[in-house]
T-cell receptor, first 115, second 115 residues
């Protein structure tokens, strides 16, 4: 059974039109991540939550926002998508406090196309 | 600074051949954790193994084996008797205490296994 679920799998949005990607997890893990992965590149961390504490990467554009209303759900909002934002967006969940040796569980990703 | 280098961009082998994927990491932390993930065409990142910096014991799991050598900062992954289903992108990743909850990924190695 899928433990990290991302919806939708494929999203097409218009240039400049706000879009929201969704992620849910059944693991009850306290850490959730959003990564952006462009073609043939490594996943790039955008931000993560430790419980409700939000941590933004320094180079994440202001165009990207996130919400985590509860443990299970996390959303990625792109306020004004540009052509350069077309990518695969990966959500992940990981358990643990300061212990960093637990693996992250990833969803199947949402592939975003901007037209 | 923390960094993961996967020098092999693409590898192509014929089924039943053995193949080794290289991973070299950099960190100043004495406590750190290394991971390998597989990303099949479906997009989801699948966890394969984790290793902590205090455990240099090599590991074998079926056709998979991992060679961790702190002296050379390497964590290489070998697939024995490769199969077509092994075709995927493989990522090596690093977490450390200083890095907190951030997982740093290498650029990935795309493995093609031909029948």
């Amino acid at each position: 059974d899928a433990m990290v679920i991302q919806n939708p799998r494929y999203q097409v949005t218009q240039f400049g039109k706000p879009v929201t990607l969704s992620c849910s997890q059944t693991l009850n893990h306290n850490v959730m991540y959003w990564y952006q992965q462009k073609s043939s590149q490594a996943p790039k961390l955008l931000f993560h939550y430790y419980d409700k504490d939000f941590n933004n990467e320094a180079d994440t554009p202001d165009n990207f926002q996130s919400r985590r209303p509860n443990t299970s759900f996390c959303f990625l909002d792109i306020r004004s998508p540009g052509l350069g934002d077309a990518a695969m967006y990966l959500c992940a969940a990981r358990g643990g406090a300061m212990n960093v040796n637990t693996e992250a569980f990833f969803g199947q990703g949402t592939r975003l196309t901007v037209v | 600074a923390q960094k993961v280098t996967q020098a092999q961009t693409e590898i192509s082998v014929v089924e039943k051949e053995d193949v080794t994927l290289d991973c070299v990491y950099e960190t100043r932390d004495t406590t750190y954790y290394l991971f390998w993930y597989k990303q099949p065409p479906s997009g989801e990142l699948v966890f394969l193994i984790r290793r902590n910096s205090f455990d240099e014991q090599n590991e074998i799991s079926g056709r998979y084996s991992w060679n961790f050598q702190k002296s050379t900062s390497s964590f290489n992954f070998t697939i024995t008797a490769s199969q077509v289903v092994d075709s995927a992108v493989y990522f090596c990743a690093l977490n450390s205490n200083t890095g907190g909850f951030k997982t740093i990924f290498g650029a990935g190695t795309r493995l093609f296994v031909k029948a």
